[in-house]
């Protein structure tokens, strides 16, 4: 069974799958960071406080951060 | 660094606020509320530790010889779910805030993503205020729940967890017959 399993994930069907799995996963995720960008910046405006720029510059840079994964999973997959 | 509970807070203002309203009191859930994503998160984290002896016991040690770029790629996704969890958590902790001010107690609710909730009531048009406790975790920390009853058809105002409940509900109704209200 052991053996199975190991040619099992070691083919390239199984691979791609994988890797097609794990970008749509990310691609979504940047997706929702991106709204939480939007969503701080709403937040950010209704409520002023001196933690506000900080938490809005984190949210951007979270944001590029999802976005960069994709770029970079598919170059390393 | 993140108080729940501050009277007369500086550097802080809302949106709508008048040039001559003050904010009085500005209140947020208890910080033990935020223990419902802290340990979902905490969780999360250790996932990648625990997984690999489950997996042998259960048979599925194959799994475990993917190439090292996807097991990678499986530790980053883990990794950005509990960057997610902790970062909306503390989000919706810090943003969703209760304040009274000189003329007015405003109710600032983000529920989801992108949809906004804000419930103001003037001070004048308050005509009640209760404040309850119940539970074990309430008791020893000390929060609960403010109910605000306003006059007219406007919905009441409930401040969901915060700390020093009886407290805060004196407090508004101070502020009432100062402001003239009922």
Same mark, same amino acid.
């Given at each position: 069974?052991? #053996?199975?399993?190991? %040619? !099992?994930?070691?083919?390239?069907? +199984?691979?791609? $799958?994988?890797?097609? /799995?794990?970008?749509?996963?990310?691609?979504?995720?940047?997706?929702?960071?991106?709204?939480? #960008?939007?969503?701080? %910046? !709403?937040?950010?405006?209704?409520? +002023?406080?001196? $933690?506000?720029?900080? /938490?809005?510059?984190?949210?951007?840079?979270?944001?590029?951060?999802?976005?960069?994964?994709?770029?970079?999973?598919?170059? !390393?997959? | 660094?993140?108080?729940?509970?501050?009277?007369?807070?500086?550097?802080?203002?809302?949106?709508?606020?008048?040039?001559?309203?003050?904010?009085?009191?500005?209140?947020?859930?208890?910080?033990?509320?935020?223990?419902?994503?802290?340990?979902?998160?905490?969780?999360?984290?250790?996932?990648?530790?625990?997984?690999?002896?489950?997996?042998?016991?259960?048979?599925?040690?194959?799994?475990?010889?993917?190439?090292?770029?996807?097991?990678?790629?499986?530790?980053?996704?883990?990794?950005?779910?509990?960057?997610?969890?902790?970062?909306?958590?503390?989000?919706?902790?810090?943003?969703?805030?209760?304040?009274?001010?000189?003329?007015?107690?405003?109710?600032?609710?983000?529920?989801?993503?992108?949809?906004?909730?804000?419930?103001?009531?003037?001070?004048?048009?308050?005509?009640?205020?209760?404040?309850?406790?119940?539970?074990?975790?309430?008791?020893?920390?000390?929060?609960?729940?403010?109910?605000?009853?306003?006059?007219?058809?406007?919905?009441?105002?409930?401040?969901?967890?915060?700390?020093?409940?009886?407290?805060?509900?004196?407090?508004?109704?101070?502020?009432?017959?100062?402001?003239?209200?009922?």
């Amino acid at each position: 069974m052991q #053996a199975g399993n190991l %040619d !099992l994930f070691q083919s390239p069907f +199984i691979l791609e $799958v994988l890797k097609f /799995v794990i970008l749509l996963i990310l691609f979504f995720y940047a997706i929702f960071a991106l709204l939480i #960008a939007r969503q701080v %910046d !709403l937040m950010s405006k209704t409520l +002023i406080t001196p $933690v506000s720029p900080v /938490v809005k510059a984190i949210s951007i840079i979270h944001g590029g951060f999802a976005v960069g994964f994709i770029i970079l999973v598919f170059g !390393l997959l | 660094m993140f108080p729940s509970y501050t009277e007369n807070p500086s550097n802080v203002c809302f949106e709508g606020q008048d040039p001559d309203e003050t904010i009085l009191l500005l209140l947020r859930a208890h910080p033990i509320t935020n223990l419902s994503w802290i340990i979902p998160a905490v969780i999360i984290f250790f996932i990648p530790f625990l997984t690999p002896p489950i997996l042998n016991n259960l048979g599925f040690g194959g799994i475990l010889n993917l190439p090292a770029t996807y097991i990678s790629a499986a530790l980053v996704i883990n990794y950005l779910l509990v960057l997610v969890i902790t970062f909306e958590g503390f989000l919706y902790w810090y943003f969703n805030v209760y304040i009274v001010t000189s003329k007015n107690i405003v109710d600032i609710d983000f529920h989801s993503i992108l949809f906004k909730n804000i419930d103001l009531a003037p001070l004048k048009n308050v005509e009640d205020t209760s404040s309850n406790m119940g539970g074990i975790l309430k008791a020893i920390f000390n929060y609960g729940h403010v109910i605000v009853q306003t006059a007219g058809a406007s919905e009441n105002i409930d401040f969901a967890n915060v700390p020093n409940p009886h407290k805060v509900s004196d407090f508004i109704l101070d502020r009432v017959h100062i402001a003239g209200g009922h």
